[in-house]
């Protein structure tokens, strides 16, 4: 059982954000250096995976009264499949903004259902010290998307997409292989009929610094290969390699949330995450070499899944059991809005320069820290930690 639902959880965060998602920025400044798409084009496509991605968390909970969870999560990643199985097709920038929804649509219904499930389940099999490993998946794409991906561009954009219908393939399949723990009923979600419990300041303040998460990580997780391959200059070698820095950073993600707790609470710990994730992203405000920009992707990617961890786990703590699921429904839609609202703004503002966009990044992500800290004292004041 155990085995399934890691299984499970990792399939679903590797296909959802970490191919859906991630996967797709290091083709950007291909798409746009062989003519495929425009650069004004290349940012709205972009885009256009955040609009999916709020559109996905707003369906997430009505979604469940009409089917299983099981269904839901096969069915959402099935569209992150196709969303790359039809990339392909010749049909202009309006085909590519549908495709990249689809797969934004995708990777938030697996976001919010799949890893309330696993957590869930693994709560019920006493296995809570597995929980950050739900996440690993984000960080397993983006590597693949860094390490792999540069070296099949090399044959052309084309065999690109493939090579992700086809990792996307697998991961669907493992998906479904995995997802049989569902039916088992040994964890069934909270029945609606109950009375709905109230909630805190502590758990508005979670979510809100959550959204601050959104707004403040846009650049790096979507625009910063561009901007580095076209703005500095940076060879397709050393994207891929500052690339492969986020990726490699993502997948330690997890083992870094478990060291921080084992000397924290998650209070303390959500805080000391947005104040390096704002250190991560100030990094390329002050230097832009290849060093420099790896070392700021990999703390970045590092604290991706490390703050979504934190934020899931600090949720946990401060909303009644009976809430969690609609509530992680509700932060990651807001986390949606606010990635959309950056990343329409970076996109507007990308030809005058990315600067901007990266010192209220830094700004809005020291907000952050802010808000955790003060979640902190109204969890003592509700008598949670």
């Known amino acids: 059982m155990l085995q399934s639902v890691l299984i499970f959880a990792i399939s679903a965060m590797f296909l959802g954000l970490g191919l859906g998602r991630f996967a797709f ?33 707003l369906l997430a909970k009505p979604a469940l009264r009409l089917t299983s969870e099981r269904t839901l999560c096969v069915l959402s990643g099935a569209l992150v499949f196709l969303s790359y199985d039809l990339l392909i097709l010749p049909f202009g920038v309006g085909w590519f903004w549908i495709m990249r929804f689809l797969a934004g649509a995708g990777g938030a219904l697996l976001m919010v259902v799949a890893t309330a499930a696993a957590g869930r389940h693994l709560a ?10 739900v996440f ?4 397993l794409g983006a590597l693949f998307a860094a390490i792999c991906l540069p070296q099949v561009l090399i044959y052309g954009i084309e065999l690109s997409i493939v090579a992700l219908m086809l990792f ?19 964890a069934p979600p909270p029945s609606s009929d109950r009375p709905v419990s109230r909630v805190g300041w502590s758990v508005s303040l979670i979510l809100l610094a959550y959204g601050c998460d959104a707004l403040g990580s846009v650049m790096h997780t979507v625009y910063l290969p561009d901007m580095l391959r076209r703005a500095y200059g940076h060879t397709e070698e050393q994207v891929g390699l500052s690339w492969a820095m986020f990726g490699i950073g993502a997948c330690f993600g997890p083992l870094f949330v478990v060291l921080l707790r084992r000397f924290m609470s998650v209070s303390n710990a959500l805080w000391i995450a947005f104040a390096l994730k704002a250190f991560g992203v100030a990094l ?4 832009t070499d290849p060093l420099t920009a790896g070392l700021s992707l990999f703390i970045v990617g590092m604290l991706t899944p490390g703050i979504v961890i934190l934020t899931s786990g600090a949720l946990s703590a401060a909303a009644p059991p009976d809430r969690y699921l609609a509530l992680w ?11 959309m609202m950056s990343g329409m703004f ?31 004292h109204f969890l003592h004041q509700e008598g949670l930690r």
């Open 329 to 339: 429904a509700v932060g990651t839609a807001f986390f949606a809005l606010c990635q």
């Open 346 to 376: 970076t996109a507007t503002t990308s030809a005058q320069g990315y600067g901007t966009a990266l010192l209220l990044s830094v700004i809005i992500l020291g907000m952050g820290a802010v808000l955790a800290i003060t979640s902190k």
């Open 25 to 57: 920025s290091p083709l950007i400044p291909e798409l746009v250096g062989n003519g495929w798409l425009e650069v004004g084009a290349a940012q709205t496509v972009g885009a256009a995976n955040l609009v999916g991605y709020l559109v996905g968390a």
């Open 168 to 186: 996307s393939g697998v991961a669907l399949a493992a998906l479904w292989w995995s997802s049989g723990f569902l039916h088992q009923n040994i």
């Open 136 to 139: 690993m998946g984000i960080g």
């Open 124 to 133: 019920a099999l006493d296995r809570k010290q597995f929980q950050p490993m």
């Open 284 to 287: 390329i405000l002050a230097a």
